[in-house]
């Protein structure tokens, strides 16, 4: 056994910079470090996702919900990386871009944040804190109805995603959409003042579609006004609510839930497609909960 005059020797010869100095380099792509990857675990098919909530969200339940709303062609498999941050690995890019393109989605009333994953990204590194909305743009006039307004009114709200395809197919309609990059942590746009040159000052007014629990008194999406923070730093008789629920859009849409038939278990390939092609359905969990909102 080591004495302690030895150890003590050892420790004091310990420098930093043999790390500083040490490392090894790899080279990436054909028969470097990702030789043998299987693609079918490709870093960009696994995006992260977190709820926009401080309690414990049911995991089995809201696997079951999700994989109801996004029925994946090719399945999916939902891992908890910690609580509240989540792994989704998907099999095919149609599979990940329908989910991608059709948030906002919510469980329990609570929105998932999701952002895809790049190669260099670990999922406790993803910054989570931007949520896609279609905005409706209302009360344009005449002229304005461009994609160049509608780019800058995209990115007043928030960062300019796309338009909407079917904004320019009639003479006139009653509201635009754009689909917008919402940061959470900042409160939503109600309106927009705007002008031509020389001419006077109008407002265009903004409805959100889909849009999450979002508080009336601050506009921050994620909680309510019984929530907001401003209740112990202002009066009570002094509170304003500046937003409201008239910047929500009508709901759309409502879905019966049945999602084990989409859901993977173990995260592998595997025999999968061949057990759930032309599946009946069984061991399916039947849920009423709003799937949107």
Known sequence: MASTSNITQAMNNITLDD????????DIGEGGVNAGVDNN????????????????????AMKQTLAALWRPGRGVYIREVEPNLYLFQFYHEVDIKRVLEGSPWSFNKKALIISRMQDADVPRGVSLNNIDLWVQVHDLRVGFMTERVLKEVGNYIGVFVESCSKNFHSIWKEYLRVRVSIDVTRPLKRRMKIRSSGAEWFWINFKYENVPTFCFICGIIGHSEKFCSRLFEVPEAEITKPYGVWMRAPLMRQTQLIGSKWLREDGVDGDWKAANDGGSGRNTVRNNLDPRN
């Open 19 to 26: 790390e500083e100095e040490g490392g090894i380099a790899f």
């Open 41 to 60: 675990k490709d870093t960009k098919l696994c995006p992260v996702g977190r709820f926009l909530v401080d309690g414990v969200i049911d995991f089995v």
